[in-house]
């Protein structure tokens, strides 16, 4: 019983802000067409009705427009596409994206040389800019996705609730073991499938599915708490690979929203599973790391809040899933 108090007070934690997926990086695509010139692909996350994040790329003083920006609100993003040269490119120079300090996001940064080589990286709002280096550094890509992964996972609150909602049901153990690999072993091919372009399915259903996804495990919860043994409860690890199958979608989709060209997915597919899967074992590492300190404390009224946990997960989880239904009729 002690364990639902530790359980309610991650949940409120990490649901306080009542979101999901609500921290889609920007992208910036930077290719070199032919000698000092540069196609430009600038992605920002809107903000719903046609508003946008307040981030703009800042080039150095010396570059000159060859066309004008042209933008297109497509998804609640806006994608702009313009040309610039710059007198002996842009090696060296240092890129800015202003707005970014203020902001809770991030933002991926791609640059495709004519020799076919790219330097990836990340920047975030205490680091806003990048230097343009002479050569791509091996391990760049490596850092750059896992470090996605491992944020997309930590701030994807829908992803979190049904992990703990797996730890809840199973109480820990082999039988966790098993319902996590399982998820794992999922959720990481139809994440491969749908980032190589093998399976296309409308990102909307999908995280409405997900939330579905929550508040089943959320009710199976509650059946056992009340001495009914639900299927969830018996083969925990079949709902998990069931399920993870429609999260890695999710996760899929998430890897999408950066905006990355589908030759550069397989590369980045691997290190932005790594990452997940790192996110992933912090939080249960988390959870678990927290009950056992709650096991040492004897708090009396703990044995009244078994229910608590269930119904907070699966009325929160509910209410994504009506809003994320409804939002398929809105035009």
């Known amino acids: 019983m002690k364990r639902a108090f530790v359980r309610f007070a991650l949940f409120a934690t990490f649901a306080s802000g009542a979101f999901a997926h609500e921290m889609r990086p920007a992208y ?13 692909l600038w992605k920002v996350p809107g903000r719903g009705d046609n508003l946008r994040l307040g981030l703009y790329v800042e080039f150095p003083a010396d ?3 060859v066309t004008e920006p042209r933008g297109t609100m497509i998804n609640n993003a806006l994608t702009e596409r313009w040309s610039l040269q710059r007198a002996g490119g842009l090696t060296g120079a240092t890129i800015r994206i202003a707005g970014l300090s203020a902001t809770m996001t991030d933002v991926l940064v791609r640059l495709e040389r004519l020799d076919g080589t790219t330097q ?6 205490s680091a806003p800019s990048f230097l343009v280096e002479a050569a791509p550094r091996a391990l760049d890509v490596a850092r750059t996705y896992s470090v996605l992964g491992v944020d997309h996972i930590l701030t994807g609150i829908d992803h979190l609730l049904f992990v703990l909602a797996l730890l809840i049901i199973t109480g820990g153990g082999w039988r966790l073991v098993k319902t996590v ?11 491969t ?16 599915v997900i939330a579905l996804s929550i508040v089943f495990v959320a009710a199976e919860i509650v059946r056992q708490r009340r001495g009914i043994e639900g299927f969830t409860a018996r083969a925990p690890w079949v709902v998990a690979f069931s399920f993870g199958l429609i999260h890695g ?10 905006g990355l060209p ?13 990452g997940v899967e790192t996110g992933h074992f912090l939080f249960i590492g988390l959870v678990l790391s ?12 703990l044995r009244y809040a078994e229910l608590v946990p269930p119904y907070a997960i699966g009325s929160i989880a509910m209410f994504w899933a009506i809003q994320r239904t409804l939002s398929f009729f809105t035009f």
């Open 290 to 301: 927290l009950i056992d300190l709650v096991r040492r404390i004897n708090i009396p009224f």
């Open 28 to 40: 910036l695509e930077l290719r070199e067409t032919k000698a000092e010139t540069y196609d430009v």
């Open 249 to 258: 979608l999710g996760f899929a989709g998430g890897l999408r929203e950066a």
């Open 181 to 191: 690999t399982a998820f794992t072993i999922s959720h990481s091919v139809t994440l």
């Open 63 to 65: 570059c000159e427009n």
């Open 120 to 125: 990836i990286t990340r920047l975030t709002p």
């Open 262 to 274: 589908g030759g550069h997915i397989p590369t980045a597919l691997l290190f932005f599973s790594i």
């Open 193 to 208: 499938a749908a980032t190589l372009g093998w399976v296309h399915i409308p990102t909307p259903p999908v995280e409405a």
